[in-house]
C-alpha cells in the first residue's frame, strides 16, 4: 500500500511545506475542539503547562539518567510535528 502511486502522490502533496501547514492547523484545530467538547479543558491545561514550563523542565533533567541512552527515532517526526517527538508541543 505504501508504494502504490496514490500514497507516493499524496506523500508528496503533504511535503509541500504551505499545504502541510494548513493540513496541520486544521488538524490541530479539530484536535482541541474535539477534546474541549469531551470535556477535557485543553486550551487551559496547555496554558498552564507553558507557564510552568521552567519548573517542568527543571524537573524532566532532574530525573534523566546518564546511563539511559534515547533512540534517535524517538526524535523523528511523527504525527504533524515537523521536528518530532513530544518537544515540538513547547
Known amino acids: 500500500m505504501m508504494s502504490s502511486p ?10 509541500i511545506p504551505i499545504i502541510h501547514d494548513i493540513l496541520f492547523g486544521i488538524y490541530r ?10 470535556g477535557l479543558p485543553w486550551t487551559s491545561i496547555m496554558t498552564e503547562q507553558r507557564n510552568n514550563l521552567p519548573v517542568l ?21 511523527i504525527h504533524a510535528y515537523s521536528e ?3 518537544r ?3
Open 6 to 15: 496514490m500514497f507516493r502522490f499524496l506523500d508528496f502533496v503533504i511535503r
Open 29 to 38: 484545530k479539530q484536535v482541541v475542539e474535539k477534546s474541549e467538547n469531551m
Open 57 to 77: 523542565q527543571s524537573m524532566a533533567d532532574s530525573l534523566k539518567d546518564p546511563k539511559v541512552t534515547i533512540p534517535d527515532y524517538y526524535y523523528a517526526p
Open 84 to 86: 518530532g517527538s513530544w
Open 88 to 90: 515540538s508541543i513547547f
